[in-house]
Each structure stands twice: as C-alpha cells, then as structure tokens.
C-alpha cells in the first residue's frame, strides 16, 4: 500500500518518474480548463506539461526542489488528514459499527475465577507469517485478504465496513524509519 510521501532521497529514475507524472496531471489540467471554456490557462497548462515532460527526461535533478516541495507540503497534508481521519473513526465510526457487531460477553465463569478463554493454538511453524493458516501455505493477497476472511469466519461482518478507514490510515502513515519500532508489543 502506498503513501502520499515519496522516498526522502530521490534516486535519478525516481525523479524523473514524478516530472513525468506531474507533465500528465498539468496536461489533465489543461484539458479540463478547455472543457469548461478557458483557452488560455489550457494552452498554459499544455506548455507546463511538456516543458515538466523535457525537464524529466532531460534534466531530472532539476525537479529536485518541486520533488522537496511535494513531500513537505503532503508530509503536513498526511498529519493534518491522520487526525481527521483518526477523529471520525473514533467519535463516529467506530461507536456505529461497535454497536451493530458482536457484543462482549463479560457473564461471569462457570468456575468463578476467571474471564480467561484459552486460544487455539496452531504448530509454531506457523508463527513464521502472520498471514499463513499452515507450513506449506505461501500468504496471498496481503493483510486486506487476511481480514476478510478473518471477518468472514469469525462471524464479524460488521468488521468490512472499517476496511476503507484503514486502508486510508494505511495510506496516510508515513514511511519513515524510526529510532526503535513501534509495532513490537510485550506481554507481560
């Protein structure tokens, strides 16, 4: 899944791969404003597309500092967007759909000593990857298959129709490399 940020340090093929998107979305914009009755911003945006379309192909280390410009302009768009996004899901989301899947059943044991549920356990080969069900199984279709079919066979429908908020914060996160990693837990 990809992010709106781009690779801290371009490499030449990088650079010159975003010139090339940026000529497009100029030439996009040029045919929209000819649609809608703007000769020439249209002829403006066509001449910005081909000259972004020469300086990539040409000269790509000249679109170093648009390159720059578009990552901290989406590096502040993505956090501003994350709290949005995280808000709504939380406020919103979240409550609506919680109330409409399973419930949690806290009635008392039988034993009266615990609310502790032992887990199926699988072999510990399988502990390799998450996303495999058994030894010789290869993980297809990444974590979004994963959670369907985990929605699917534990009975929690109502889990799908949070997969479009976390495929946004998904994109919204940013790649960056952290001093220690934050998806290691402990249990205790």
Same mark, same amino acid.
Request: proline letters at 7%.
């Given at each position: 899944?990809?992010?709106?940020?781009? +690779?801290?340090?371009? =490499?030449?093929?990088?650079?010159? /791969?975003?010139?090339?998107? *940026?000529?497009?979305?100029? &030439? *996009?914009?040029?045919?929209?404003?000819? !649609?809608?009755?703007?000769?020439?911003? /249209?002829?403006?945006?066509?001449?910005?597309?081909? !000259?972004?379309?020469?300086?990539?192909?040409?000269?790509p280390e000249t679109l170093r500092l648009p390159y720059r410009l578009w990552n901290k302009l989406a590096r502040h768009?993505?956090?501003?967007? =994350?709290i949005w996004l995280l808000g709504t899901c939380f406020y919103f989301v979240?409550?609506?759909?919680?109330?409409?899947?399973?419930?949690?059943?806290?009635?008392?044991?039988? /034993?009266? %000593?615990?609310?502790?549920?032992?887990?199926? %356990?699988?072999?510990?080969?399988?502990?390799?990857?998450?996303?495999?069900?058994?030894? #010789?199984?290869?993980?297809?279709?990444?974590?979004? =298959? %994963?959670?369907?079919?985990? &929605? &699917?066979?534990?009975?929690?429908?109502? &889990?799908?129709?949070?997969?479009?908020?976390?495929?946004?914060? /998904?994109?919204?996160? +940013?790649?960056?490399?952290? #001093?220690? +990693?934050?998806?290691?837990? %402990?249990?205790?």
């Amino acid at each position: 899944m990809g992010t709106i940020l781009l +690779p801290y340090r371009p =490499r030449q093929a990088w650079l010159k /791969s975003f010139g090339l998107a *940026l000529s497009i979305a100029a &030439a *996009l914009l040029a045919a929209v404003m000819a !649609l809608v009755g703007f000769p020439a911003l /249209s002829g403006l945006g066509a001449l910005a597309a081909c !000259l972004l379309a020469l300086a990539a192909m040409v000269r790509p280390e000249t679109l170093r500092l648009p390159y720059r410009l578009w990552n901290k302009l989406a590096r502040h768009y993505a956090a501003a967007a =994350r709290i949005w996004l995280l808000g709504t899901c939380f406020y919103f989301v979240f409550p609506v759909v919680g109330r409409a899947g399973s419930s949690l059943g806290l009635a008392p044991s039988p /034993s009266a %000593t615990s609310h502790w549920v032992p887990r199926e %356990t699988r072999p510990a080969i399988t502990y390799t990857s998450q996303h495999r069900t058994g030894a #010789a199984e290869a993980p297809c279709g990444g974590w979004i =298959r %994963t959670f369907v079919s985990w &929605a &699917a066979r534990s009975g929690n429908f109502w &889990a799908i129709f949070l997969l479009p908020f976390l495929i946004l914060l /998904s994109a919204l996160q +940013p790649e960056e490399e952290e #001093a220690f +990693p934050s998806n290691i837990y %402990t249990l205790f």
